[in-house]
């Protein structure tokens, strides 16, 4: 039995993908992702953000796991103290490009 639909019929489309600039808060994409995650409701549960540098390139992708994970240090160790950015929370291996890495530049940051 094979596949017969094709994968263009089964992604979500990029526009349709929370994405963030790479200067935001960990509270500014949790925002992000709770109010993708209304709008999408029932289509797809977004698990992740996309994160894009000031020239609208992509650098990586910030999971919800990685949002916890940033919030936890938040609350248990600092209670009341400014949250981390995403560069704080993923660490330096995801934050530097790497130049074998192709950066896809993103028509996403100009849209709001």
Same mark, same amino acid.
Do not use: C
């Given at each position: 039995?094979?596949?017969? $639909?094709?994968?263009?019929?089964?992604?979500?489309?990029?526009?349709?993908?929370?994405?963030?600039?790479?200067?935001?808060?960990?509270?500014?994409?949790?925002?992000?992702?709770?109010?993708?995650?209304?709008?999408?409701?029932?289509?797809?549960?977004?698990?992740?953000?996309?994160?894009?540098?000031? $020239? !609208?390139?992509?650098?990586?992708?910030?999971?919800? $796991?990685?949002?916890?994970?940033?919030?936890?240090?938040?609350?248990?160790?600092?209670?009341?103290?400014?949250?981390?950015?995403?560069?704080?929370?993923?660490?330096?291996?995801?934050?530097?490009?790497?130049?074998?890495? !192709?950066?896809?530049?993103?028509?996403?940051?100009?849209?709001?």
């Amino acid at each position: 039995m094979g596949y017969e $639909k094709d994968i263009k019929d089964l992604m979500i489309p990029l526009k349709d993908y929370p994405h963030v600039p790479s200067w935001y808060t960990l509270d500014q994409v949790a925002t992000i992702m709770r109010e993708a995650a209304i709008k999408f409701a029932g289509s797809f549960e977004p698990r992740a953000v996309l994160v894009f540098d000031e $020239k !609208s390139q992509l650098l990586g992708i910030l999971t919800l $796991k990685d949002i916890v994970r940033g919030l936890e240090g938040d609350i248990v160790g600092n209670p009341g103290g400014a949250l981390p950015s995403w560069q704080e929370v993923v660490g330096p291996e995801l934050t530097s490009s790497h130049p074998e890495s !192709s950066l896809v530049p993103s028509p996403l940051m100009g849209e709001g």
